[in-house]
């Protein structure tokens, strides 16, 4: 389309706007997406427990359609119990049609190919035929991808990929031939189409989104996020790739620069429980938008991080595993931390002076002391390393902020037990009473200078209804290792309260209420 063709078009879009409403003016159609019914498949989908309800589970994605052309274009979203969204898309020409993830998290589009034989989860989704498309071409290379406690392999081919009404030509991605385990099996999407940057793309495949910019389908190379967060209705939310949608989000967006490339990484500040700061990130965290992460994580590479995560569990009353590690580290070595904390002993160096880690210049590190159970007797007679060198960690952390309060030592020790019960299931969820949300405090996350805050109905993932219905709390546990993490990751349960923009042209992330 020519400069002149681009300015009428333009011309066209203004003159209409007041002639139309404006869902029509915009020139971006809107397709109401139906509900799938929930299965006991659907469930373990959803509720994020399984042996391998890891994060990938909690993916969200776009239902397709619509568009602006290179005004931009919209794709609807669709809301599997605030668990995940998803939406379709097309490969090759004419376009075979697959479910997919938008995820911010990643920067590979994989789908499953009709090459993949041995993997059951296949069969139980669309695959991509290169036979049937008459843009394909071979590439061969290969290609694995882990996602948590999921993973994909396979080969790279290129092909037509469509999104909406925008057909991006020669694009790169992988025919998944090898998909194993439950996760992909049980989920309600085929495939993964990513939003990060190409830093993190395998195999160094230019993503979806920067052959969208290069190839002039968008007029702007920004695209931003709304989530429907009320899963009892039928859409489920919009992204849409060339701007945003005034109507998605209520005042103006908070700007924050991308610190790093990969992920759409920034810095991210103090962590408020109603109201009152907590001090974990006063001096500054690094956090990512992720849209295919449902839950809100704090990483454990981190001791305070993880510390915060307990004690946000501990305020709203969700109830994990009991970790006998936390418990033994508070009964035996409990007052020794506090008469270290208050002779100013350096905090990282306690720990190690306990005996239960070592100290490696920075901080405490595994000391390396072996657990030897006594069956008979049902007795220890050792220490475990790694985690009662995380749980001192820990205790260390909250202890000085229970001091920083002036709190008495015997209320600080009732209260570190009390968090040791609030410590997550080892796949991180932790429950919360259904009845009980009125009685939970606001949570807020500083970014931009601005507070965000989080109601209990915008942190609590609820899934089933009545009384079988499950409350699930908004904030786990979880890790993305060096040299790209720690990093804190607001998913979903971010994304749904607070319209996401992700600005590429000017490398930067904005956050606005959502509408």
Request: aromatic share 8%.
């Amino acid at each position: 389309m020519g400069t002149r063709s681009v300015a009428l078009v333009l011309l066209a879009a203004v003159l209409l706007q007041a002639l139309l409403p404006a869902s029509a003016a915009e020139g971006l159609v809107r397709i109401a997406l139906k509900k799938r019914p929930i299965d006991e498949n659907s469930r373990v989908a959803a509720r994020l427990s399984g042996e391998e309800g890891a994060r990938r589970l909690g993916l969200r994605g776009a239902n397709s359609l619509g568009g602006g052309g290179g005004e931009g274009d919209i794709v609807a979203l669709k809301n599997y119990m605030n668990a995940q969204y998803f939406g379709e898309i097309g490969v090759g020409t004419p376009p075979q049609k697959f479910t997919v993830i938008f995820d911010t998290g990643s920067s590979n589009l994989w789908v499953p190919s009709a090459k993949c034989y041995f993997s059951i989860a296949c069969f139980f989704h669309s695959r991509y035929k290169s036979g049937q498309s008459s843009t394909y071409q071979k590439n061969g290379k290969p290609a694995a991808i882990q996602y948590g406690t999921g993973s994909i392999a396979g080969f790279f081919s290129e092909d037509s990929v469509t999104v909406g009404d925008l057909v991006v030509k020669d694009q790169e991605f992988i025919e998944a031939t090898k998909e194993p385990g439950l996760t992909f099996m049980v989920a309600k999407f085929d495939g993964i189409l990513g939003l990060g940057f190409q830093e993190i793309s395998v195999g160094d495949a230019v993503p979806v989104w920067y052959k969208m910019v290069e190839q002039g389908l968008v007029s702007e190379p920004v695209f931003s996020f709304w989530f429907n967060r009320h899963s009892d209705e039928g859409e489920g939310g919009e992204i849409v790739f060339g701007g945003m949608d005034p109507s998605h989000y209520k005042g103006n967006h908070t700007y924050v620069p991308v610190s790093q490339k990969g992920y759409w990484q920034f810095e991210m500040g103090d962590v408020l429980i109603g109201g009152k700061t907590t001090g974990f990130c006063a001096s500054g965290c690094s956090a990512i938008a992720d849209s295919g992460t449902s839950l809100l994580a704090g990483p454990t590479l981190t001791q305070s991080s993880q510390a915060i995560i307990t004690e946000i569990n501990e305020k709203i009353g969700a109830t994990g595993v009991v970790s006998q590690e936390c418990k033994t580290v508070v009964s035996q070595y409990g007052q020794q931390i506090l008469d270290l904390l208050l002779a100013e002993t350096q905090p990282s160096k306690i720990c190690s002076q306990v005996g239960l880690c070592t100290f490696d210049g920075k901080h405490g590190v595994s000391a390396g002391i072996k657990s030897v159970v006594d069956d008979e007797a049902g007795e220890s007679n050792g220490l475990q390393s790694g985690p009662m060198c995380n749980a001192c960690e820990m205790a260390v952390v909250w202890m000085q902020n229970q001091l920083a309060q002036n709190k008495t030592q015997d209320l600080i020790l009732n209260y570190i037990n009390q968090l040791c019960d609030k410590l997550p299931s080892p796949m991180g969820e932790s429950s919360v009473d259904c009845g009980s949300l009125a009685s939970m405090p606001e949570i807020s996350f500083t970014i931009g200078g601005k507070k965000f805050a989080l109601k209990p109905e915008e942190y609590i993932l609820k899934v089933g209804e009545g009384a079988a219905a499950q409350c699930i709390s908004g904030f786990t546990a979880m890790d993305i290792p060096p040299p790209r993490g720690p990093l804190w990751i607001l998913g979903d349960v971010f994304m749904g309260a607070y319209h996401t923009v992700f600005d590429y042209g000017k490398m930067r992330v904005g956050f606005a209420k959502s509408a």
